[in-house]
């Protein structure tokens, strides 16, 4: 199985700009589909962005569209998450999952720990 180490999370003001990684070990992740979720506390795990296998296609969820974008480098065995124009609202712990790049969460096997991006107003 792949193991999952998301990075890159802190505390940045609005409208700043934030890149998360997220590096795969135990696996390549050069045959996965790939997405970034996040959770807010006392929320449910929201999709964010996805990946296909060869970075050709992405997905994002509306509340991000324009703002984020999600990128991966399989040599490397890391995918990405550049956050721009950062609001409030898209404070909460972001995780990475291996196995799709759509909103269905059991879709994805396997999950980092996630980290922490804290938004001030």
């Known amino acids: 199985q792949v193991q999952l180490v998301e990075s890159g999370g802190g505390l940045v003001q609005a409208g700043g700009s934030l890149r998360l990684s997220c590096a795969a070990s135990?696996?390549?992740?050069?045959?996965?589909?790939m997405g970034w979720f996040r959770q807010a506390p006392g929320s449910e795990r929201d999709f964010v962005a996805g990946i296909d296998w060869s970075g050709s296609t992405t997905n994002y969820a509306d509340s991000v569209k324009g703002r984020f974008t999600v990128s991966r480098d399989n040599a490397k065995n890391t995918v990405y998450l550049q956050m721009n124009s950062l609001k409030p609202e898209d404070t909460a712990v972001y995780y990475c999952g291996t196995g799709s790049m759509y909103n269905r969460r059991r879709a994805y096997d396997a999950w980092g720990q996630g980290t922490q991006v804290t938004v001030s107003s």
């Open positions: 135990g696996r390549p992740i050069s045959n996965y589909a």
